[in-house]
């Protein structure tokens, strides 16, 4: 098989049915052996909103766990169409089905529109809008053949919930993970070329802060504190490694996104 090019793999992907391109997200995971302990796809009726889940430790869904919403579409994923999809998993967390995740990833081959991006980026503008459309769109997608109104309890407890756990991740990113995993030759026949070197800022950018203020809250959960300021990683010599890492990660996950074609 002829080594795979970004044109070619971005072609095959966009391609792809919505379940091989949950397979492709469960087999994107599982190659992330250091992030998770076990990957599992759960994407057709009954998931609850869940289409594959990873746990970062070995008590499942009472532990720590990251849900992957996966959304095969013909263009950007839109608000209306993540909004259900955020409502349902509040509702059956709501409802004690299981503990909210960590965090509720949108994978989607052409990405997230403007739009969403921006909600995303600011879990008040997100709540909001979430309220804003559960009764008038929401509540007959939540649960088949019924109704589920935002009132009462449910109300109290979406006004309460911690709406920073939506993101999403960019197919440049996804590419850029799936290429350094024991699957990518056996899907896509070969390497692409190094990714292009990143050129890190010494100084901190406007496009990585959303991205970075994430890392941070992350960063505060495996050290129980709150870090307000990159700065103040000084004290903790792991963590201010990884994240420079990550920063180096981030840039070249843009240089590869820069290069995908339109």
Known sequence: MS??????????????????????????????????????????????????????????????WDNYQ???????????????????????????KFRAPRKMFFVAPRDVSTELANLLSSPSKLKSYVQVH???????????????????????FVEAFDFSIFSYYQTSEVIADHRTTAYWTERFGGLLPPPPRAAVPPAIQPQESTYLGQLLAVYGELKSCNFGACTELSDHADLSEDFDRQRERFFQAEGIHASLPR
């Open 70 to 96: 996966c959304k095969h579409l013909e263009r950007p994923l839109s608000g209306p169409v993540a909004g259900p999809e955020i409502a349902k998993l509040i509702y059956f967390v709501f409802l004690k």
């Open 3 to 64: 080594p795979a090019t970004i044109a070619s793999v971005l072609k095959e992907i966009r391609a792809y049915s919505a379940t091989e391109w949950e397979l492709f997200i469960e087999e994107w995971l599982r190659g992330l052996r250091k992030k998770y302990v076990e990957v599992k796809r759960l994407g057709m009726s009954g998931d609850l909103g869940r289409d594959v889940v990873a746990f970062a430790d070995g008590h499942g869904l009472d532990g720590i």
């Open 134 to 156: 559960w009764n008038s769109g929401y509540s007959k997608k939540i649960v088949d053949h019924s109704t589920v109104p935002l009132e009462g309890d449910l109300a109290k």
